[in-house]
């Protein structure tokens, strides 16, 4: 069942509500461009609809209980469907075969983010689910790390197949001491998951954004370098950053100590973006 929290509200033909929750949302960028079955074990947050390059707020959803019986086919963009494999609620999402699955920090939150622009330059729509201050290990107040909000409902998933799922983050973790043990069990946990609920998507990591080993980095090149190596041992493609402040000369383009300006994110977009497609993870 929805929560009762919701709030109806009309958007263009058809009523949906809305529902506060923790940073789920699908968006597509100016640079690029029916829900499938779905199986698999895994809760997620309510997502919304957008048109090519809108900003999206979290957590549109069609009011109402749905359950098994409905036809995901006949529901809107943004609906909540009780995923009778799982017996979880996931969202609907136009165009899922077009779609990437992001989880991320706040690197990756705002829908103009570096590691959003990569994707939507190799074809993709963004569904991204996850919230600033959070990581594998680290949590932001009630919305827990990624595992935690993936199992206990925090996000809503998308139904369906995407074809590819990303993983970035590891700031928060260093920030707030997570050791190396923590943060490889954590991973692992969420690997093993995401490998459960999409076993068709291609999956990839991207690694803690920093100044390197020689130039400052510190905890935060050390969990990117320690995120590398769990990625190997996965055999999933990894794209480490925890030098790329400094190795692209763009300190300059900081908003703060580890955010980036509007420029900084178009440069760090182009990077990544052409890294995942020399990985061969390009929508062809």
């Known amino acids: 069942m929805l929560q009762a929290s919701m709030r109806a509200v009309l958007i263009g033909p058809m009523i949906a509500a809305t529902v506060l929750l923790a940073g789920c949302g699908i968006s597509s960028e100016p640079v690029s461009g029916t829900a499938a079955g779905g199986p698999a074990p895994l809760p997620a947050a309510a997502a919304p609809v957008a048109g090519p390059g809108e900003a999206v707020a979290a ?9 098994a019986a409905a036809d995901p086919a006949s529901l809107p963009a943004g609906a909540l469907y ?7 609620d996931e969202v609907i999402v136009d165009d899922i075969g077009r779609t990437a699955l992001l989880i991320g920090d706040s690197q990756s939150e705002p829908v103009h983010s570096w590691p959003r622009r990569a994707l939507a330059a190799n074809g993709y729509k963004v569904f991204f689910c996850g919230m600033g201050g959070t990581g594998y290990v680290a949590s932001n107040g009630t919305t827990g790390n990624y595992i935690d909000a993936l199992q206990r409902g925090d996000w809503h998933l998308p139904y369906g197949f995407p074809p590819l799922v990303v993983i970035e983050g590891g ?9 190396d043990q923590q943060i490889v069990a954590n991973a692992e946990r969420l690997i093993k998951t995401i490998k459960q609920r999409y076993p068709g998507a291609k999956l990839a990591m991207v690694g803690t954004l920093a100044k390197g080993a020689h130039h400052g980095g510190g905890r935060r090149t050390e969990v990117d370098a320690l995120l590398g190596t769990v990625a190997a041992d996965h055999g999933i493609p990894f794209v480490s950053v925890g030098d790329w402040l400094t190795r692209y000369g763009l300190e300059a383009e900081l908003a703060d100590a580890v955010h980036m300006n509007d420029t900084g994110h178009r440069a760090l977009g182009t990077l990544l973006g052409d890294r995942l497609g020399a990985l061969g993870l390009g929508l062809g």
Not at 61 to 66: E, I, M, R
Not at 82 to 88: D, E, Q, V
Not at 171 to 179: M, R, T, V, Y
């Open 59 to 67: 957590g549109t959803t069609v009011q109402g209980d749905l359950d």
């Open 82 to 88: 009780r995923n009778p494999a799982n017996g979880r």
């Open 171 to 179: 700031g928060n973790d260093a920030k707030q001491g997570a050791s």
